[in-house]
């Protein structure tokens, strides 16, 4: 069986994150996404949870599970998780008619005067190697939350590192969108660097050791990935290197601009 090119890319990150206690929402596997995301929606097993249902479904659609169409307009169309937007569910519910599925017809013999439209919140295509600014944070935002990052503080990191520039690469060697170190992409099991998927979820996984390593002191947070978690030790907190602490300040003053 052949794996799909964004499979592999996560599957290979699976080892190590689970090593250091990151909980990756792999795009394999759609089904166990579709599962936990019945589970969040219904409190099966504990609270329910409808953003985190919302974002599963998600990740199950990109994946090809059909099922998960009607879940998703289903949500959007009763506010559940998400604003209420009738437009936005018959755009789910069409897909999931054609998918063959019954009841998102029914639905939509009853809703036949809403023009659809489609969901901005949740990508509908792979990052592929060459994506534009808005589906780059479209992913954040379906992404972040499962690494218990704000997607704001994420693209504020990408806007500072690459300018959402996949190709970007630095004099130090810093590749794509989260400008990762080799032996930081390695450390974290980002097999194709230049991947903008890995290169986005690797970064997202040192964002999230950080943030636990430093117990979520942001100004620490921020300063170890620019100058490494190794100087902050060294200096008891952000250190005296014009770059790192003009990155920091730069980040944090855009995400409390952004903190609405």
């Known amino acids: 069986m052949t794996v799909p090119t964004m499979d ?23 089904a ?82 809403v023009e659809p439209k489609p969901d901005s919140r949740c990508p509908t295509r792979p990052l592929g190697r060459h994506p534009d600014p808005e589906l780059v944070a479209r992913y954040v935002r379906l992404l972040a939350p499962e690494y218990d990052l704000d997607p704001r503080l994420v693209l504020a990191v990408i806007r500072a590192e690459s300018n959402f520039n996949p190709r970007a690469r630095s004099p130090k060697g810093a590749i794509g969108l989260m400008q990762l170190m080799p032996q930081t992409a390695k450390r974290f099991g980002v097999g194709d660097i230049h991947d903008p998927l890995q290169n986005l979820l690797g970064g997202m996984a040192y964002l999230k050791w950080l943030t636990t390593h430093f117990g979520g002191d942001l100004q620490l947070v921020l300063a170890g990935y620019n100058a490494g978690e190794n100087a902050v030790a060294q200096y008891n907190g952000v250190p005296p290197y014009r770059e790192t602490r003009g990155y920091v300040r730069r980040i944090v003053r855009e995400y409390n601009r952004n903190d609405t």
């Open 8 to 30: 592999r890319a996560i599957i290979a990150l699976l080892p190590m994150l689970a090593l250091l206690g990151v909980s990756l929402p792999a795009l394999a596997g759609g």
């Open 32 to 113: 166990d996404h579709l599962a936990k995301a019945r589970e969040a929606e219904t409190g099966m097993g504990g609270p329910r949870d409808y953003a985190k249902a919302y974002r599963l479904y998600c990740l199950a659609s990109l994946e090809g599970e059909s099922d998960a169409y009607y879940y998703l307009g289903w949500l959007t169309l009763h506010g559940r998780g998400v604003e209420a937007d009738r437009a936005v569910a018959v755009g789910w519910f069409e897909r999931g008619a054609k998918a063959g599925d019954t009841t998102s017809r029914n639905i939509l013999a009853r809703l036949r005067q």
